[in-house]
């Protein structure tokens, strides 16, 4: 039997998991995937992700892909597998890709959301998407601020300590704050990002919104290249994984 | 002592909540709010609700009173009654009222929100807060109902046959649809609102959207005085009490 390669466009609710990735201490993405999948298509699956989220983060569009010989047409893979997902994990698109094609191996912009809900209490029907602020932000000041972040840089003191990577230059296509009512969204696209940045990114943006450090701070903040630097690493439950768009 | 009578806003994510009213076969809004009340007051306290909410339904600013003799000020209350409620019930605000005055015995407007999600797939994201619809919704021929259910008409076919009210005449002010990217969203504002009212309005404007009937059906509609004439009740999760406006 020959093997095919599909790719999902998977979507999910974080509150209830562990992150993507395999672990002991709970459940995750991965392994919710795993297991539907190799029941529905009846072969082991294992699914390789493109974005390892964390424990709480949300995604609207992260990407994986896997190798089967089941001969089901790679579009009605997604209806099929959602008949099985529970509910808080949904399939948005499947087709078929190239054998060599691998998520981790190729150019990319991705999309992340990281969502404040401003408000003298906290509102219900917002906790779980969004991090709660009831001091005010300077939306001027914090745009300002993420200004200096984008283009190419060393993202080390944006990147959780005790990650392991290559190089931890980045480059930001884009940071922009858009107001949704009481909401404040900070949209960030990027060619990657490291362990937590984007949430180390809103945490300090968050700092300059409230007065505790300046707009031009950022800069200072990219020269010292250590965590140290930057400001606290925001909530996960305020972050989505919104898109991937392969170049 | 004297009494003095408090009026709360009152927030809610109805997931997991059997509705607003007390009820012996599982946990309400009202029965937590009593609880957790008489605890921070030290007294027995009952409150009142101006909209007694279904199963499932949200709320971002239902209105309830009760009365006290703590000497704890209004204002205060809601800071030290959300240190107590569960996170998916937030006071919004509090504040001292006559003592006299009655959310259900004065004249109000009330908005309420149904929201469709329309896609392909269902977001998980988005699937506590809003109805999926997979099928095209024609939103032109939506507002075009819509607008015969403005003013002031007997809603008999818009209420769930068994309700038990003086009359099944309302005035509603406004009927308005707004796309809010996938989302669209039904707000619905009037001076009251029969049982299910609004969930049978969203469930009868979809089957205009997809084709089902004619948006001139309205007229029918109202003057059948039938709840079978209408469409469907549509999904509990989909509504949200938006605001009270006492006037």
């Known amino acids: 039997m020959e093997k095919k390669r599909i790719r999902i466009t998977v979507a999910y ?46 995604a609207m569009g992260n990407i994986a892909v896997f190798d089967t010989e089941n001969r089901m047409p790679g579009k009605k893979i997604a209806y099929a597998l959602n008949q099985r997902l529970p509910e808080d994990i949904r399939i948005q698109r499947s087709e078929e890709v190239p054998p060599d094609w691998h998520p981790r191996h190729c150019e ?35 745009q300002e601020a993420a200004a200096y972040l984008e283009g190419e840089h060393d ?7 005790g990650a392991q990577v290559e190089t931890t230059v980045r480059t930001l296509y884009g940071v922009q704050l858009e107001e949704q009512g009481a909401d404040l969204v900070i949209r960030v696209r990027g060619n990657g990002f490291l362990y ?9 943006l968050m700092e300059v919104g409230q007065g505790k450090r300046e707009p031009e701070s950022m800069r200072e903040v990219l020269e010292a290249r250590d965590r140290s630097a930057a400001g606290p690493t925001a909530p996960a439950h305020g972050l989505t994984l919104i898109r991937y768009e392969f170049l």
Chains 1, 2 share one sequence.
Not at 19 to 45: A, D, F, M, V
Not at 114 to 126: D, H, N, Q
């Open 13 to 58: 609710d974080g509150t209830n998991y562990h992150g993507w990735q395999l672990q002991e201490n709970g459940i995750t993405i991965e392994e919710e995937l795993n297991r539907h999948l190799s029941e529905l298509l009846g072969e082991k699956i294992q699914v390789i992700g493109a974005s390892r989220t964390d424990s709480g983060v949300h």
């Open 196 to 204: 937590n940045m984007v949430r180390i990114i809103a945490g300090t």
């Open 108 to 142: 990319s912009i991705k999309t992340y959301e990281y969502r404040i809900y401003r408000a003298e209490f906290p509102m219900p029907v917002k906790r779980l998407y969004s991090c709660f602020c009831y001091r005010p932000l300077d939306m001027v000041r914090m």
């Open 155 to 161: 993202f080390r003191s944006f990147c959780q300590t």
